[in-house]
Structure formats: C-alpha cells, structure tokens
C-alpha cells in the first residue's frame, strides 16, 4: 500500500556575514529534526559541514 506523502522541503533567508556559515548549519539540521528523520550523527555531521561549504560558497 502506497502512502502519499509530502515533499520534505523547506527554504530559508540568509544575509552575507560572519555568521552566514554557523546559521545555515543550525537550520539545516532544525529541519532535519523536526522532519523526524532518523539519521546517525556521521551523518548529520556531514550535513552540517555540507551545507556550510555550500552556503559560503553560493554567496
């Protein structure tokens, strides 16, 4: 039995900074647990340094 579920997606604004990086990094993971997702802590770990690198360098 299929279940339809909604798209996990989620945006955010961020302004150019120091903190630019650090902010993205807590977002990211908020999202990822309030998702619910049971995901390890390498894992999350991985997130967190991805999604800083990608931030900082899209701006």
Not at 31 to 42: H, Q
């Amino acid at each position: 039995m299929h279940t339809h579920r909604e798209p996990l997606c989620r945006g955010f604004t961020l302004s150019t900074g120091d903190e630019t990086g650090p902010t993205a990094r807590r977002l990211v993971l908020s999202t990822v647990g309030d998702w619910g997702l049971p995901l390890p802590d390498e894992t999350l770990d991985d997130l967190a340094l991805l999604s800083g690198e990608v931030i900082a360098n899209a701006l």
